[in-house]
């Protein structure tokens, strides 16, 4: 029987295999962004994102190939939301995925113009899906609403925002809603629009979507607070450094790992109307609580 690790495995060797056929354009004008865009976009990663358009859609036995390349895209907007990020202007980062971050090896104006890239370039993927027309105008039309504005984009606004400033628990989810939720919500609804659904079904995917979202900047706020460079790909402690409001921060270690732990029940809770069908999906919640670079026994009683 296949762990969850090895089903993780298995999907994201998937996901990356479809970024690099998706990444290898003709009659590119500009091999040097072409590289910029390459080098953040296929540096690894769990793809957790389009790895839930795949668990959905399986689960709800859709149109596999479509939430293959429904996920790619996500993958890209994240991807370029990871870019933009880590420059001088937001955060400043040096490292991700344990690399230098793009601006440090192509320039922060060849950065910023992969990020742009990659985010046009993730709505040409999905509009190229082939798929029911209504379906991929709902699938284009939910992208575009999570990761913009009222989404990602906003979010990073907020979180800009609230550096060195003493943030209520409300105002901090509010930011993490959008900044981290945002594009795990549109991961399991782009799986959802590739497949046959019922409204319940939609609303309790929708539910264990938001609390997969708040347990992800959870553990991921605890992995800054906890964790160690080598393992994360990425500095540690950058929160506290910018002064950011955390979920360890505004309730304490001993809260915040109690709240992951809640928001992680939650999440599989809301998918007991499959049955054994969403074993993988509730599988995949405790991955999350439970990352490999979470020091060993911090969710321990």
């Not at 937001?90 to 990659?118: C, P, S, W, Y």
């Not at 993927?125 to 105008?137: K, N």
């Amino acid at each position: 029987m296949q762990t969850i690790k090895d089903i993780l495995k298995v999907k994201a060797a998937e996901v990356e295999a479809n970024l690099e056929e998706l990444m290898n354009l003709n009659g590119e004008i500009a091999p040097h962004l072409t590289e910029a865009m390459k080098y953040t976009l296929l540096s690894g990663g769990k793809r957790i994102r389009p790895v839930l358009s795949l668990l959905t859609v399986e689960l709800l036995a859709g149109n596999y190939q479509a939430a293959l390349k429904a996920g790619s895209a996500l993958e890209m907007i994240h991807s370029y939301s990871l870019i933009h990020d880590d420059l001088p202007a937001m955060d400043d980062d040096q490292l991700r995925r344990g690399k230098k971050t793009n601006h440090l090896v192509f320039g922060e104006a060849a950065a910023i113009l992969a990020g742009d890239a990659l985010l046009t370039y993730a709505f040409e993927v999905l509009a190229g899906l082939e798929i029911d027309p209504e379906a991929r105008i709902k699938i284009i039309a939910n992208t575009a609403s999570f990761s913009g504005y009222q989404g990602m984009v906003g979010g990073q606004v907020l979180d800009l925002e609230a550096e060195n400033k003493e943030l209520s628990l409300a105002e901090m989810q509010k930011v993490h809603r959008a900044k981290t939720g945002a594009l795990i919500k549109a991961s399991v609804l782009n799986g959802l629009y590739c497949s046959d659904y019922t409204e319940a079904e939609k609303d309790a995917l929708l539910k264990y979507a938001e609390n997969i979202g708040v347990l992800f900047q959870i553990v991921d706020d605890l992995l800054d607070l906890t964790g160690e460079t080598e393992k994360m790909g990425k500095v540690v402690g950058r929160d506290e450094e910018l002064n950011k409001s955390t979920y360890p921060k505004l309730m304490g270690l001993k809260k915040a790992k109690k709240a992951a732990q809640d928001h992680a029940e939650k999440a599989k809770s809301a998918l007991n109307i499959f049955g054994d069908k969403a074993e993988n999906l509730k599988d995949l919640v405790d991955y999350i609580l439970n990352r490999p670079e979470i020091p060993q026994m911090i969710f321990k009683k």
